[in-house]
C-alpha cells in the first residue's frame, strides 16, 4: 500500500516505488501496489485526515509504505482536524507499539554532520520508540482559567504497554550487539517509574543475556553528541524518542537520509522516511529520497522477511553515496542532483 501523503512525500514515494519495481525484475518477485490518501490530501478530499477506505486497504496490504503528511495549508489552529491526526489514527489502529529508527551514519557522510568525523565514526544505534502510547495519546484538554485558559495532556502507560516494546527492543539487542538503554525521566515522572520497574523485570526474568541499563532522557540527550558509539539498542517512550531520534538524525548529517519501521505484533507493518512533508521543498524536485528508499530496504526485510533484497537496497545506497552523489540536503554546497536523479543512481548501483 502506498501513502505518499503531502509535501515530499509524493516525490520521495516514487521512488521508493521505482527501487520495489527493479528489485521484482531482478529477485523474480510481484507486488501489486495500491494508492490511497492521508494527510492534508485527504482533508481537502474527503475532510478526514485518514479515510475509512484507507484504513481498510492497509488492513489487507502485507506492508504500507508512507510518504509524509502535513503543510501550512493545513496548520490552522482553528482547524477540525490536522493531517497529523491521520498519521496518529493508523499507528494506533494498527497497533504498530514499535517504531525501529536506526541511526547508522554512512562512512561516506561523516562531513556532512555538524558533528566532528572523530565523535560519529562507528555509531551505531536502533532506537526503539514507543508509538501508540503516553502524552500522544492520552487524554487531553482545555478549560477557562483566571489568566485565560488552562490546557493538559495525560501521560499514561500500562504494564502491558510497556512490556510489549521492551521486549521486541530486547529481542533487537540480541540480535545486534547485546546491550539495550532504556531512556526515560524516572527521577520525575511516575510513568518512568513503572517503566523502570516493569522494564528491569522483564530484562532480568527473560533477557539475562542482554546487557541492560537505563540513562534519564536529559542525560540521554547530552550522551547522543558526545558518545553515541556506546549504545546498541535505545528503548523509550513515545515523545521522548520524537525528540531524541531527530537529534540523532543529526548524526548522519541529514533527516533525509533515516528511514524508519513501525511494527506491530500483528499485521502490516508501516515504513516511512522520519522527515517530514518539507513543504518549503515541495515540488521542486530536489528532496532527498534515501530515507524513503531505505524504509523500502526495511519493508522487505522486517514485512516481506527479503534479507537478501533489503541487503541489495542498503548495498546500493552505500556505493551511490560512495561515489559521491548527493542530493542538497548533504553536499555542503557543492554540486548536487535531484530526487529522480538520486533514484537513477539508486537502481543503476543495484543493477
Ligand atoms: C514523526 C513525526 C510525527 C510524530 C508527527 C508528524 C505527528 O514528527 O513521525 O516523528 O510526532 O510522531
Ligand atoms: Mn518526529
Avoid at 495525560?154 to 516494546?165: D, F
Avoid at 525521566?185 to 523485570?201: G, I, M, Y
Avoid at 548524526?251 to 500483528?266: E, F, I, K, N, R
Amino acid at each position: 500500500m502506498l501513502l505518499p501523503g503531502d509535501g515530499i512525500g509524493p516525490e520521495v514515494v516514487k521512488e521508493g516505488r521505482r527501487v520495489l519495481d527493479a528489485i521484482a525484475t531482478r529477485f523474480g518477485h510481484r507486488f501489486v501496489f495500491s494508492e490511497h490518501l492521508i494527510g492534508g490530501c485527504a482533508i481537502d478530499a474527503h475532510g478526514v485526515a485518514l479515510p475509512d477506505d484507507t484504513l481498510a486497504a492497509c488492513r489487507t496490504a502485507s506492508a504500507v509504505l508512507l510518504g509524509a503528511v502535513g503543510g501550512p495549508k493545513w496548520d490552522d489552529p482553528k482547524a477540525k482536524t490536522r493531517p497529523e491526526a491521520g498519521l496518529l489514527k493508523i499507528r494506533k489502529e494498527l497497533q504498530l507499539f514499535a517504531n525501529l529508527r536506526p541511526i547508522k551514519p554512512s562512512p561516506h557522510l561523516l562531513d556532512a554532520s555538524p558533528l566532528r568525523p572523530d565523535i560519529i565514526k562507528g555509531t551505531d544505534i536502533l532506537f526503539v520508540r514507543e508509538l501508540t502510547g503516553g502524552l500522544y495519546f492520552g487524554e487531553a484538554g482545555r478549560k477557562p482559567h483566571a489568566s485565560g485558559e488552562e490546557a493538559w495532556n495525560v501521560m499514561i502507560y500500562n504494564t502491558g504497554e510497556i512490556e510489549r516494546v521492551v521486549r521486541m527492543s530486547a529481542q533487537a539487542a540480541r540480535k545486534r550487539r547485546g546491550r539495550l538503554t532504556m531512556v526515560d525521566k524516572a527521577n520525575v515522572l511516575e510513568v518512568c517509574r513503572l517503566w523502570r520497574s516493569v522494564s528491569a523485570k522483564i530484562m532480568a526474568e527473560e533477557f539475562p543475556d542482554v546487557k541492560y541499563d537505563v540513562v534519564l532522557v536529559d542525560a540521554m540527550a547530552m550522551h547522543l553528541l558526545s558518545r553515541p558509539r556506546d549504545f546498541d539498542v535505545v528503548v523509550t517512550e513515545n515523545l521522548f524518542g520524537d525528540i531524541l531520534t531527530d537529534e540523532g538524525s543529526m548524526l548522519t548529517g541529514s533527516m533525509g537520509l533515516l528511514p524508519s519501521a513501525s511494527l506491530g505484533t500483528s499485521g502490516p507493518g508501516l515504513y516511512e522516511p522520519i522527515h517530514g512533508s518539507a513543504p518549503d521543498i515541495a515540488g521542486k524536485g530536489i528532496a532527498n529520497p534515501l530515507a524513503t528508499i531505505l524504509a523500502v530496504a526495511m519493508l522487505l526485510r522486517h514485512s516481506l522477511g527479503l534479507e537478501q533484497e533489503a541487503a541489495t537496497i542498503e548495498t546500493a545506497v552505500d556505493a551511490v553515496l560512495a561515489a559521491g552523489h548527493r542530493t542538497r540536503d548533504i553536499a555542503a554546497g557543492k554540486h548536487s542532483i535531484g530526487t529522480e536523479e538520486m533514484g537513477a543512481k539508486v537502481l543503476a548501483a543495484m543493477a
